[in-house]
């Protein structure tokens, strides 16, 4: 039951980072540089090629684009869910949360406080 729960509000939880994610992207007055880049990094991921759009994305967060910081952050955030395999990792995540958010990023802001408190807890299990 724990287990469900907590898949449960993992999903919930990516759900509201994805609207926020959109709904910041649209707010953005200038349109991004790269919107091209940004849709073929989308279509990889729905076309079942993750790590494919993992480079598309690191690319333009390395940039500095806010939103591929937080679809990256997303990514190996929920990677090990959505994405079964190798790779994904959560200190990747956070540091890309952290990145997103030092740029005004809501979703970045919301979610470096879910890692801290992720890695708080993980640091009370431990005996």
Not at 53 to 82: S, T
Not at 92 to 115: D, L, N, P, Y
């Amino acid at each position: 039951m724990r287990r469900t729960s907590e898949w449960l509000h993992a999903l919930a939880t990516l759900a509201c980072a994805l609207v926020l994610c959109s709904a910041q992207a649209q707010a953005d007055a200038p349109a991004l540089p790269d919107d091209d880049a940004l849709d073929q990094a989308i279509q990889h991921q729905e076309h079942g090629h993750p790590w494919q759009a993992e480079i598309v994305l690191r690319r333009l967060a390395e940039a500095g684009n806010v939103v591929a910081m937080e679809r990256l952050a997303l990514m190996h955030w929920y990677g090990k869910l959505l994405y079964p395999g190798e790779g994904w990792n959560r200190d990747m995540a956070t540091m890309w949360f952290a990145r997103a958010a030092a740029r005004g990023s809501e979703v970045g802001k919301h979610m470096a406080k879910v890692a801290q408190r992720d890695a708080a807890a993980m640091a009370k299990a431990k005996p």
